[in-house]
């Protein structure tokens, strides 16, 4: 949480209305924001003012309405649906920003003037690639280029796996509850491996699904080969964090001392944010939030 003081959607729409040259972007969570602040600062946007979705109250009942789920993603969504609606769709003053996440796979289900989604499936997917991962476990963990390449490919699939089981889930309505995936990780010889039979049994067990194992581990498979080997980084951005963090805690002492902020900064800190602008939610993102006294510059 941000701020003590939870803002209403009827206040920001008066200040908005009242305001319109106004450029603020909203945002899922901390990382997010720090991310999209920089990237704007460093491109003399700083009449933009970026904020954490949770500043604002997005009523359960809004979400429901509008067949959202109850997460920062659904609040950004019913925040980009309140303020079209309210503002009209040549509104600049509010740009909602939301991970396409799962449906990365198929088509957002909300296609907004004012809602823009990261190319990936989630935002760590501009900063986190096989390149910026072979760097890290070079000089982490010392691995030479051609043990370094295996490593990263072991650590791209098992981010892709988990993904697979993040969209069964969603796609069978299962609703089933996250576990630890760390338990069903193993490094052997500097390789990194899934037990897909472990985390279904436990994944499946938690949420008494048990009877549905088979048919779920055959729909990960065929996810597997059918589309995910096609899209780059198609996963969610936790998994891929928790996996590296693994991954190099278990070869490499130094890399025991990463946390899940730190690890995100490091690649955070090996992008330019001039490199950036090439993708379609950071051109959008510019030029949503330009004014007459930035198209000066």
């Known amino acids: 949480m941000t701020s003590d003081y939870l803002h209403r959607l009827d206040e920001i729409i008066t200040r908005y209305q009242l305001e319109p040259d106004l450029r ?21 946007h700083t009449h933009s003012t970026t904020y954490e979705i949770d500043t604002i109250n997005i009523s359960a009942e809004l979400l429901s309405n ?25 509104a600049m003053q509010v740009t909602c920003i939301a991970d396409t996440d799962l449906e990365i796979l198929s088509e957002p289900k909300f296609r907004l003037p004012n809602l823009l989604y990261t190319d990936f499936a989630a935002l760590e997917g501009y900063f986190i690639s096989t390149e910026t991962i072979k760097q890290l476990l070079t000089l982490t963990c010392g691995h030479p ?9 072991d650590i791209i699939e098992v981010t892709q796996t988990l993904f697979a089981c993040r969209t069964i889930n969603s796609n069978t309505g299962l609703s089933l509850k996250k576990i630890s995936i760390k338990k069903s990780l193993t490094e052997n010889k500097l390789r990194l491996s899934l037990d897909l039979d472990d985390l279904l049994k436990r994944y499946l067990n938690k949420n008494a699904k048990s009877s549905a194992t088979i048919t779920f581990k055959n729909s990960v498979i065929d996810m597997g080969k059918k589309n995910l080997a096609r ?43 001039q490199s950036l602008q090439k993708h379609p939610l950071f051109a959008s993102l510019l030029r949503r939030t330009c004014t007459a006294n930035c198209l000066q510059h």
Do not use: C, M
Not at 24 to 44: A, H, I, M, S
Not at 145 to 153: G, Q, R, V, W
């Open 24 to 44: 603020d972007v909203y945002v899922e969570g901390p990382f997010d924001q720090r991310v999209f602040t920089w990237f704007l600062k460093n491109n003399n």
């Open 145 to 153: 280029p051609a043990i370094a390449d295996k490593a990263t490919s």
């Open 231 to 273: 899209i780059h980084l198609a996963l969610h951005g936790h998994d891929l964090i928790d996996v590296i963090l693994f991954y190099v805690a278990e070869t490499s002492s130094v890399g025991r001392e990463f946390t899940t902020d730190s690890l995100r900064e490091l690649f955070l800190h090996s992008t330019q944010p």
């Open 66 to 90: 509008h067949g959202l789920e109850n997460s920062n993603r659904g609040r950004i969504i019913a925040l980009a649906i309140v303020t079209l609606k309210e503002l009209g769709p040549e």
